[in-house]
T-cell receptor, first 115, second 119 residues
Framework: EAGVTQSPTHLIKTRGQQATLRCSPI?????VYWYQQALGLGLQFLLW???????NRGNFPPRFSGRQFPNYSSELNVNALELEDSALYLC??????????????FGQGTRLTVV | AQKVTQAQTEISVVEKEDVTLDCVYE???????LFWYKQPPSGELVFLIR??????QNEISGRYSWNFQKSTSSFNFTITASQVVDSAVYFC????????????????FGKGTKLSVIP
C-alpha cells in the first residue's frame, strides 16, 4: 500500500512568488493535515481538510491557503512568498477526521526554500 | 490552550547508553491522547506510540519504553542500549480540543529533541 506522497520534494522560489505543494493521502483516508516545520520551531499546524472542506486553520496569514479535491488529495498554496516561509512542509493523512484515537501517517515533506 | 514542552533541544549519547527524552504537557481536557513520533533525516515522521489519558500503565516495546505520569503531566520516552539508527529528532504530541479558532480537535507538537547516538 502506498504511503502519503508529497510533491515536489524540493522547491526553490523567489520572494514574492507563489508556491504550490501537493499531497496524496493513503487510499481510504479522507483527512489531510498540513504542518510547517521551520528550523527550531517544531511543527506548526497550518490547515486541516476533511471530506473536501477546510475544517480548521492554524495561526497563519491568509496567503497560506489550500484545497482538497474529490479524490482527497490536497494542495497547499503560499502566495507572496517571504524569506521566513522557507521550511519543510509536511502533510499527514488519517482515516477519519479526528486525531484522538487513530494513527497519523506523514509524507516525507516538501522542502521550500525562498531566496 | 494545550501545550507540549520538550525541554531538551539536543542530546548526544554514546552507543549502548540509555537515554530518556522528556515531555511535559498542558491541557484542560480530561480526555486526550499523547503521542511520540520519530523523524529520521529523510524527514518523514514515524509513529511510535499513542497513549490515552485514562491509561497510565507504562509500556515497553523492545528497547523503547514510555512512562506516563498524569500527576506531573509528563510522558517520557526511554531508549535502552541506544544504537546509531536511533539518531533522529523525536517529537512528543498531544491531541485534544482546541478551544480557539474553529474549535476542533488538534494535534499539538513539542519542538522536538534531536538525539545523536555516537558510535
Amino acid at each position: 500500500e502506498a504511503g502519503v506522497t508529497q510533491s515536489p520534494t524540493h522547491l526553490i522560489k523567489t520572494r514574492g512568488q507563489q508556491a504550490t505543494l501537493r499531497c496524496s493521502p493513503i487510499s481510504g483516508h479522507t483527512s489531510v493535515y498540513w504542518y510547517q516545520q521551520a528550523l527550531g520551531l517544531g511543527l506548526q499546524f497550518l490547515l486541516w481538510y476533511d471530506e473536501g472542506e477546510e475544517r480548521n486553520r492554524g495561526n497563519f496569514p491568509p496567503r497560506f491557503s489550500g484545497r482538497q479535491f474529490p479524490n482527497y488529495s490536497s494542495e497547499l498554496n503560499v502566495n507572496a512568498l517571504e524569506l521566513e516561509d522557507s521550511a519543510l512542509y509536511l502533510c499527514a493523512s488519517i482515516e477519519t477526521g479526528l486525531w484522538m484515537n487513530t494513527e497519523a501517517f506523514f509524507g516525507q515533506g516538501t522542502r521550500l526554500t525562498v531566496v | 490552550a494545550q501545550k507540549v514542552t520538550q525541554a531538551q533541544t539536543e542530546i548526544s549519547v554514546v552507543e549502548k547508553e540509555d537515554v530518556t527524552l522528556d515531555c511535559v504537557y498542558e491541557t484542560r481536557d480530561t480526555t486526550y491522547y499523547l503521542f511520540w513520533y520519530k523523524q529520521p533525516p529523510s524527514g518523514e515522521l514515524v509513529f511510535l506510540i499513542r497513549r490515552n489519558s485514562f491509561d497510565e500503565q507504562n509500556e515497553i516495546s523492545g528497547r523503547y519504553s514510555w512512562n506516563f505520569q498524569k500527576s506531573t503531566s509528563s510522558f517520557n520516552f526511554t531508549i535502552t542500549a541506544s544504537q546509531v539508527v536511533d539518531s533522529a529528532v523525536y517529537f512528543c504530541a498531544l491531541s485534544g480540543f482546541a478551544y480557539s479558532g474553529a474549535g476542533s480537535y488538534q494535534l499539538t507538537f513539542g519542538k522536538g529533541t534531536k538525539l545523536s547516538v555516537i558510535p
